[in-house]
């Protein structure tokens, strides 16, 4: 939990260069809300650690639990990686989640913009 109003007046103020966020005071987040507008804020989707790298490591997971499971041994949890940073999209100057447009309703989408993904994983088969 945070203080979304000091979140905002330490931003404006430089006391912090920038903030990435998936929750808030407020959800879904308020059309009117600075956060929207804000070059130093990410918003993200309440989701915001399922990148692409969390998507490869679980199909590896998966992969090796099939295979261990074929040999009758015992089942693995894996672990994954990645950050949110792995998967945004760039729009202009700004940063946003992968797929989503991070704007209220009335705003542009990414759809509508020149847009490049970048991505933490590429898929390879055996």
Do not use: Q
Not at 21 to 27: A, C, H, I, K, S
Not at 28 to 49: F, G, K, Q, R, T
Not at 52 to 57: F, G, L, P, Q, W
Not at 91 to 110: E, F, I, T, W
């Amino acid at each position: 939990m945070f203080d979304e109003s000091a979140l905002i007046d330490a931003l404006e103020s430089d006391a912090i260069t920038g903030a990435a966020l998936d929750v808030f005071e407020t959800e879904p987040l308020p059309e009117e809300s600075p956060l929207w507008v804000m070059d130093e804020v990410i918003v993200m989707l309440h989701c915001a650690a399922y990148t692409a790298r969390y998507y490869c490591d679980v199909g590896k997971i998966v992969r090796e639990n099939v295979e261990r499971l074929e040999r009758g041994e015992s089942l693995t949890t894996g672990s994954c990686s990645g950050s949110p940073a792995e998967s945004i999209s760039i729009v202009g100057n700004r940063r946003r989640p992968y797929g989503h447009s991070s704007r209220p309703s009335s705003g542009p989408s990414l759809r509508s913009r020149k847009s490049r993904s970048v991505s933490a994983c590429s898929y390879r088969h055996r």
